[in-house]
Nanobody, 126 residues
Framework: QAQLVESGGGLVQAGGSLRPSCAYS????????MAWFRQTPGKEREFVASITWSTITDYADSVKGRFTISRDNAKNTVYLQMNSLEPEDTAVYYCALDANYRGSYYLRDPTGYAYWGQGTQVTVSS
């Protein structure tokens, strides 16, 4: 059974960095887009970044220039390098695997993802 397991969240001061990772098991990884979303209490899940099977990346405006998404197909893992963190980045971060084989469209829509991780808490103190 396919599974996504996140790690690497934590507590950091504003201006600091974190690098959550998400390991996939149970199926083919390299042919599917991956994404990171985040969610705070009372709000909808928000798109953060995505990377296609061909390594094309996309970022929310709020994180562009500060966050970098990458993937290592040999390790079935996707990463989110987060720099210059702000208190507004505080959230539970979720990774997700696209439901579409070699899909490249509508990756900002959370309904298009087949599998989700359990989430990792990121807290940025001011």
């Amino acid at each position: 059974q396919a599974q996504l397991v996140e790690s690497g969240g934590g507590l950091v001061q504003a201006g600091g960095s974190l690098r959550p990772s998400c390991a996939y098991s149970g199926g083919t990884f390299s042919d599917y887009a991956m994404a990171w979303f985040r969610q705070t209490p009372g709000k909808e899940r928000e798109f953060v970044a995505s990377i296609t099977w061909s390594t094309i990346t996309d970022y929310a405006d709020s994180v562009k220039g500060r966050f970098t998404i990458s993937r290592d197909n040999a390790k079935n893992t996707v990463y989110l390098q987060m720099n210059s963190l702000e208190p507004e980045d505080t959230a539970v971060y979720y990774c997700a695997l696209d439901a579409n084989y070699r899909g490249s469209y509508y990756l900002r829509d959370p309904t298009g993802y087949a599998y989700w991780g359990q989430g990792t808490q990121v807290t940025v103190s001011s």
